[in-house]
């Protein structure tokens, strides 16, 4: 990678992520390695988070690491008014990594410009979410046997889901082609078409959710429409069922097809899918713990697997 920190799935190149993913493809025969002993990470969540931030710590166990950090800014200065530049000098004279969700874009850069040990961006704001796209690679190089050429479908909120913003960087190497599900208020952003547009990379727009799209696609990436970051709570409300996925949609889907979601769900998904064996959401949640572990090393710069 260009930076020890990673707070953008861009800075990435196709080298270090097949690097990344074969270090994860080891963490899952092995994921207890004491490679980490005697270094302290730290979590550092503005926002809520359950697998992110869970997924990092039981890494850092795992790897022999100590935890430190927090999960409810309240409870910490900068309810009292203490700034995140602040905030980052104090934590980086006590850990050797920082691990930061933050609800500003542009948070984790910043505060990898003003420390020198790594950041790892757990999520800024929309913008992006490079430690779920790593796990959400993963997942679909162990479904499809790999990541190349493949037909990949994302529904939802196109508009602030970072997760979905991330994976069009991530899977730009692989020569995919996108197909964007979304009402019109939460269409995928000019930026990432554009950027699309720029690499020639195939992507069509559409608003209705039908069976014809989906069984053209090999993975179908679901997303939550993000209350959080609406201001206006009754356009939340108007859009925010707009398509649930049923296994009954599924029935003439290609045999490969893998279900994916960052999660939480709401009800994008209903429960009669989680039965399909085209699911693949809970073993994606699983697949973070491997690939977090993958992320540490490279930022740690630790090459070699013990
Ligand atoms: N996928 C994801 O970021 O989940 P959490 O918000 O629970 O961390």
Redesign the pocket.
């Known amino acids: 990678m260009k930076s020890k920190s990673l707070v953008s799935i861009d800075q990435c190149s196709k080298e270090d992520i097949l690097r990344i993913l074969e270090n994860a493809r080891k963490f899952e025969e092995n994921p207890n390695r004491r490679i980490l002993e005697g270094k302290v990470a730290a979590t550092l969540f503005f926002e809520?988070?359950?697998?992110?931030?869970l997924s990092f710590e039981t890494a850092i166990n795992r790897l022999g690491g100590r935890v430190i950090g927090f999960q409810d800014a309240s409870t910490t200065s900068s309810s009292k008014g203490e700034t995140l530049k602040d905030t980052i000098s104090m934590v980086s004279n006590y850990a050797d990594l920082i691990i930061m969700r933050h609800y500003l874009e542009g948070a984790a850069r910043y505060a990898s410009e003003l420390t020198n040990i790594p950041i790892i961006n757990a999520?800024d704001g929309a913008n992006q979410?490079p430690s779920?796209t790593l796990l959400d690679l993963y997942s679909i190089q162990q479904t499809q046997g790999t990541l190349t050429d493949l037909s990949i479908t994302m529904v939802g909120d196109l508009k602030y889901g970072r997760?979905v913003h991330s994976l069009i960087a991530g899977m730009s190497h692989f020569n995919p082609t996108f197909h964007f599900v979304a009402p019109d208020e939460l269409r995928m952003p000019d930026e990432y078409k554009n950027f699309c547009d720029k690499l020639g990379i195939k992507y069509y727009e559409h608003t209705d959710f039908t069976e014809e799209i989906i069984n053209q696609s090999d993975i179908l990436y679901m997303t939550r429409v993000q209350r959080e970051r609406f201001t206006d709570l009754e356009e939340y409300e108007r859009v925010k069922n707009v398509y649930i996925l049923r296994s009954k949609m599924l029935e003439s889907s290609k045999e490969n097809l893998r279900i994916l979601h960052?999660?939480?769900r709401v009800n994008e998904i209903a429960y009669d899918v989680d039965d399909s064996p085209k699911a693949y959401y809970i073993q994606q949640a699983r697949n973070g713990l491997f690939a977090r572990e993958a992320i540490i090393c490279e930022v740690l710069g630790i090459n070699h697997l013990i």
């Open positions: 809520p988070s359950t697998r992110t931030r999520g979410h779920q997760t960052p999660l939480p």
